[in-house]
Nanobody, 116 residues
Framework: QVQVVESGGGLVQPGGSLRLSCAAS????????TGWYRQAPGKQREVIAH???????NYADSFKGRFTVSRDNAKNTVYLQMHNLKPEDTAVYYC??????????WGQGTQVTVSS
């Protein structure tokens, strides 16, 4: 069983930045497609970005420019750098690690609150 753990969330003022981390267990992390999602209160979970094993990235249009996804395969970790945060970015942020349709793992989420 792969364990996925997000960290780095917290309270930040509007206009601020945060970097989220997602650490996954296992020796084949480098082969995984990883993604960041978020779910705001009362809303459906939405995709932010994906990054492949070869570090090809794909962003949802609404996150291009402010959010950057990256990964360090040596550390089994994927990151989400967020800039110019807005109150509407308040949500629980989730990491997904996928090896196949039947090997798809989620973390417990990390809360990001943007408020003054």
């Amino acid at each position: 069983q792969v364990q996925v753990v997000e960290s780095g969330g917290g309270l930040v003022q509007p206009g601020g930045s945060l970097r989220l981390s997602c650490a996954a267990s296992g020796s084949i992390f480098k082969f995984a497609v990883t993604g960041w999602y978020r779910q705001a209160p009362g809303k459906q979970r939405e995709v932010i970005a994906h990054i492949t094993s070869g570090c090809t990235t794909n962003y949802a249009d609404s996150f291009k420019g402010r959010f950057t996804v990256s990964r360090d395969n040596a550390k089994n970790t994927v990151y989400l750098q967020m800039h110019n945060l807005k109150p509407e970015d308040t949500a629980v942020y989730y990491c997904n690690v996928r090896y196949s349709t039947s090997a798809d793992y989620w973390g417990q989420g990390t809360q990001v609150t943007v408020s003054s």
